[in-house]
């Protein structure tokens, strides 16, 4: 999964690309293009907010969202020591 908002990389379609233009196995092209982050200011609140909202907007179940928000600070990009 993207390790900045959490969706499957399942496809090489969803996946983003690193400076060198290749695929990047950690992050999605939402987040991500060529070796940067689109919003490289976001923090993890902001990022459970989007992922809230997006989610929300697809008429997730509760449950669904809920686990989807707690799994984003497991994640590499938020991640602290
Ligand atoms: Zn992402």
Redesign the pocket.
Known sequence: M?Q??G?PLDTEEVKGTKENGLKSDE??K???ENGVFKNPKTNLDEMKDTVETQMKRLKLPHYVIQKAVNILPALKRWKTK
């Open positions: 993207c900045s908002c969706i992050y999605c939402y987040c991500y």
